[in-house]
């Protein structure tokens, strides 16, 4: 049999288990930890389905990111358990979306219809090479702009909910610190190759905002950076800078023919601009999420 | 000849992340399960590292791989002294069985 069917196969079981155990587990630490399993190898299955975006999407901030916040909720959390009432409950909702899911997908033509010729097409104009780059920033430039809206209202919400006015910082030993001392510099190089690489392979500033992000968390994680207790002014304008630039552009070309349209001529520059604001502005915000809800941790401050 | 060097490397790292699995899954406490799990990210992963870089189209390409070595050894490194720390701070003792479940 074929290598390849054998990994796929493989793979495929592996993601149904791990999302199995994820939701019906009785153990609430242990489905958090398949979560971040199944993000794992959700991202392996986009690698082989050849969408390195959305895979270095998944991995960062699929498997990453919302791992991170889940570990943190779970801190929060008394019940180390999870009720088999609620837990069978999940049950039909996950057969439901699985069958929704099924059927569109049989409704989708095999081919993808005519959209990919469009875009290879209109591409030259779009002032990047990278198909999706071009997609995301300049064809479908305004749900970008959405979801960064979704985001920062995400942001606001948690804001909001949070009580704790005073920062928290971690203590932490020193090996750790020396290894985020290694760890945090690599992955700001990442996060500028990512945003650079954007415009001509995978990447952008999504991905970028991530690591940025997650290097955030890892300093906040060693002690070497306190979380929010209340935002100051600069660091809500740091927030904002990304979406106010994202829309400072939008509006003059609002009164064209389409939302967003850039003008080829300098679209290169604007996407490039977009996304540097962006990828600043959703490193703030994702690392935020977690910044903001970081609490003291119960075994330092309970044991010691 | 490389190919042989790099078949054989990656048959090596391989037999090292089986030998860390079942230590893994057999070994009675945290700390010797820590001990199992670094034999396989560290030697595991610096052979296999090994093994695709001799087979690398190009130096720069080969040179990346090769820095996923050190990198996964910091990171090991460092991970493992932090879930052994917090263990020890949790009170966990040594050499028992249910030793991992989370408090």
Redesign the interface.
């Known amino acids: 049999m074929n290598v390849a069917v054998v990994f796929d196969g493989v793979l495929a079981a592996g993601l149904v288990w791990a999302a199995a155990g994820a939701l019906l587990g009785r153990d609430r630490y242990r489905a958090v930890i398949l979560f971040i399993v199944f993000g794992l190898l959700m991202t392996l299955a986009w690698v082989r389905l050849s969408a390195p975006d959305i895979a270095l999407a998944e991995a960062a901030i699929g498997a990453g990111l919302t791992g991170a916040l889940l570990l943190d909720a779970l801190g929060g959390t008394t019940a180390a358990t999870a009720g088999r009432a609620r837990r069978w409950m999940v049950l039909p909702l996950a057969v439901t979306v699985a069958a929704v899911l099924a059927a569109v997908l049989r409704a989708l033509p095999v081919r993808s219809g005519p959209l990919p010729d469009a875009v290879s097409a209109a591409l030259p104009e779009s002032g990047v090479t990278h198909p999706v780059t071009a997609v995301l920033l300049n064809f479908r430039g305004y749900d970008t702009l959405l979801e960064v809206a979704v985001l920062l209202a995400a942001l606001l919400g948690v804001l909001g909910a949070v009580r704790h006015a005073e920062p928290v910082r971690l203590a932490s030993a020193p090996v750790l610190q020396a290894a985020a001392r290694v760890l945090v510099p690599l992955m700001m190089l990442a996060a500028g190759y990512l945003l650079w690489a954007g415009a001509h392979r995978p990447g952008g500033a999504f991905q970028a905002a991530a690591v940025l992000a997650a290097a955030a968390v890892l300093l906040a994680l060693v002690g070497m950076i306190s979380g929010w207790g209340r935002p100051s002014l600069r660091l809500r304008c740091a927030i904002a800078a990304g979406p106010l630039l994202f829309l400072a552009i939008a509006a003059p070309l609002a009164g064209r023919a389409a939302l967003l349209v850039l003008p080829p001529q300098h679209a290169g520059l604007l996407i490039l601009l977009i996304e540097a604001g962006l990828t600043l502005s959703l490193g703030f915000l994702l690392a935020g999420l977690f910044l903001a809800l970081l609490r003291s941790d119960p075994v330092d401050t309970g044991k010691r | 000849m490389l190919e042989f060097a790099s078949t054989a490397l990656m048959l090596l790292g391989a037999g090292f992340f089986f030998a860390g699995t079942v230590g893994l899954l057999r070994f009675p406490d945290v700390y010797s399960r820590l001990h199992a799990l670094t034999k396989a990210d560290n030697l595991g992963v610096g052979c296999i590292a090994l093994a695709l870089a001799l087979q690398a189209d190009g130096l720069a390409s080969a040179l990346k791989l090769l820095l996923i070595w050190p ?1 996964a050894l ?2 090991s ?2 991970v493992s ?2 879930i052994a ?2 263990a020890h ?2 009170g966990t003792p040594l050499g028992d069985a249910g030793a991992d479940d ?1 408090p």
């Open positions: 990198l910091l990171a490194a460092a002294y932090a720390e917090r701070a949790l989370p």
